[in-house]
């Protein structure tokens, strides 16, 4: 299993890459393969400001949809549009192009919240 050193980790799957004040946020190698074979990702967020928790989108798979959750409070700047047409990215490369949403953090403070890839790969490993 692929869990970058460099990336912080949630309970819910999702990894956040911190730069400065903007997060970029995508679901884990983990959650991917769980899930299957994505087939569509749809964010209504994109320039609303929401909570840490609060759901920001879904990911819909062959058999499944899931909702996705803000790892961090902020703005959601930015979605990831080529997912529009090549959903199968979050499978093929979660951590690179399959990334889904950019958040303008308001409270860096809960970036303490965030589990490390040790303690991401315990969580799962339960």
Known sequence: ????????????????????????????????????????????????????EEVFGTVEAVKTVSDLFMPLSGKVEEFNETLEDEPELVNEKPYEDGWIIKIKLSNPDETSDLLSADDYKKHIEG
């Open 1 to 52: 299993m692929n869990l970058p050193e460099n990336l912080k980790y949630t309970k819910d799957h999702e990894w956040v890459k911190i730069e400065g004040d903007i997060a970029t946020v995508g679901i884990t190698d983990f959650a991917q393969s769980e899930l299957g074979d994505i087939v569509y990702v749809e964010v209504e967020t994109l320039d609303e400001s929401l909570e840490q």
